[in-house]
């Protein structure tokens, strides 16, 4: 029985080490809209309703969407009544985060993922999102780290990153090219992609939503931090063991970042290269995604190859 019992948890550790499959979306198909944090306005949602409307797709938006509540998209109950029930809909093939902000921590615990489980959608955004991006992984299955409706350039006709996202929730293969820096360090690895806003990751190490990135590709952003918070959080995630069995590390944006009383001789990208420095899996920096505008869906969970080389680097995700 103790052989059996041995087994079983082994099998069952093997499975969730690999992310469950997702829906391809096609048209006709629903995308909800939910407020998981701050608060939004139907200006600033209008123009995400109607790209995706314009190409075919069913648009559910949250009854509670444009609720208000001391800057947060309603109540702590309230949002996790929202988030639940969209959660909770199996005609709901993908849930698109309306913005960041702050606020997604205090609902996350609430979070009941027993019909998720059962009828798995993408759950789609950045910034604050990343708890719940970096919560589904710890639970086995991708998340979607993209544009959301905040932002009207995003929803523009021909906009790339919006392009993206629909690319990701359809299953397409994506392969983004993008310029070398100085401060990469070359190679070619080929590994889950983890990761999102630093901030957040920060704040979920040792809790349940504190993703494992042994032998992942680990995608980091950030905005408006000073340089020296940049430097604490890598700082901790190294101490907890975080970075040191990567496989790379892929550096987005690091926006409107400040320099006040330390590291006045230092750019953030600097530092952070001096930080990975100990380490010798490739990194890149510049890719474009997080607060900058620019914003190339990322399928967190997913496996892709990462290639860094003098002349530029690439980024695959061939899908299955």
Known sequence: MKRISLVLCFCLSVLSAFPQAMPRLKTGDTIAIVAPASAVTPEQVEPAVEYLQQRGFRVLLSPMLYEQAEGFAGTVPQRVAAFQEMLDRPGVKAILCARGGYGTVAIIDSLDFSAFRQHPKWVCGYS????????????????????????????????????????????????????????????????????????????????VSDIDTDGKILFIEDVDENIYHIDRMLRALDRAGKLKNLKGVIVGGMTKITVSDYYQNHDVYSLIAEILGKYDYPVCFGFPAGHGGQNYALPMGETATLKVSEGGCSLIFRRN
Do not use: C
């Open 128 to 207: 604050d999102v990343t708890v719940l991006l970096s919560h589904l992984h710890t639970l086995g299955y991708p998340a979607l780290h993209s544009v959301m409706p905040i932002g009207t350039r995003a929803w523009q006709p021909g906009n790339i990153y919006a392009a993206s996202f629909l690319n990701a929730l359809k299953g397409k293969m994506l392969h983004y090219k993008f310029e070398a820096s100085p401060l990469n360090r070359t190679g070619m690895v080929t590994a889950p992609v983890v990761g999102g806003n630093l901030s957040l990751l920060y704040s979920l190490l040792g809790s």
